[in-house]
């Protein structure tokens, strides 16, 4: 395939992929900056709501719009001159990290769209929670390991059951274990218990990692709210994992709490309504 007079070392199917790939994120970055242009309008004094969820959208339009440059930018200067096939596949890497994360950041989007829905039906069955929070611990237990974290798991004395949704609570705690092992350095602790009294079972999620500060702390359920912007960015995440739990426990009629001491610890607690069966 040739390009530019210029000869480039890769098979037809290849220079198929790498353009189209390219004219993907052109066209996807022409929507984002049509968007712009309508969120720049001036509002009037009495759309204070919507001015705030303007620059929400604006900030996630913002998201979407990193990786789509990064994938472009990759693809045209992998065409601007013949490369070897290595490179080549170099690019095709790095651009599916990128397609991932976007593909992560719009199933989050998604799934916040739907939970808010008034036509939302949650399923419930009954559900060992002390089995459940044994589940995600085996699941995350080797990743911990590699970074050097010890995962616990608190067993109850007894079986906790109690109604919910199984797949949304995982999704919640799992959520809530992967956050905490982002945020632990090396040698640190993350653990899980269930517990529950008279008026509600109780999952939580501790850690002795970086803490939160008193500032940001009543915001970090907010969905579009990041505590270190360019942090969560480096890691991979998509800044919705904590929206997600909090919308999940109120699908549920519950809430997700917070505490959290900057550079010492953070636990987070899910509070299901209404006693555990035993």
């Keep these: 395939a040739t390009r530019a007079g210029l000869k480039l070392d890769l098979t037809s199917k290849e220079f198929l992929l790498l353009t189209l790939l390219a004219r993907r994120a052109g066209e996807v970055l022409s ?60 690019v095709l890497d790095s651009s599916l990290e990128e397609v991932v994360r976007l593909s992560e950041l719009i199933g989050d989007l998604l799934f916040l769209a739907r939970a808010e829905s008034p036509l939302k039906e949650l399923h419930r069955e009954r559900v060992n929670v002390g089995g459940l929070v044994i589940t995600v611990r085996d699941y995350y237990e080797a990743a911990a390991a590699n970074v050097g974290i010890s995962l616990l798991a608190v067993e109850s004395a007894e079986p906790l059951t109690v109604e919910l949704n199984r797949s949304l609570m995982l999704r ?92 010492r610890r953070t636990c987070v607690t899910l509070r299901i309504p209404g006693p555990a069966a035993r």
């Design 31 to 90: 929507r984002t900056q049509i968007a712009e242009m309508v969120w720049d309008m001036n509002f009037d004094s009495d759309t204070n709501i919507v001015d705030v969820n303007v620059r929400r959208l604006r900030s996630k339009v913002d998201d979407l719009r990193t990786p789509v440059n990064n994938i472009r930018g990759a693809v045209e200067v992998a065409l601007e001159r013949a490369r070897t096939v290595d490179e080549y596949r170099n």
């Design 172 to 263: 919640a705690v799992s959520n809530l274990v992967s956050n905490a092992i982002a945020h632990t350095p090396p040698g640190g602790v993350v653990t899980l218990a269930a517990s529950s009294d008279d008026e509600s079972l109780r999952i939580q999620v501790s850690d002795t990692g970086t803490g939160i500060s008193a500032e940001a702390l009543p915001k970090v359920f907010d969905r579009f709210f990041r505590v270190d912007p360019s942090r969560s960015k480096n890691s991979g995440g998509t800044g919705l994992g904590l929206a997600i739990v909090q919308s999940i426990m109120t699908l549920h009629g519950g809430k997700a709490e917070i505490t959290s001491e900057l550079g």
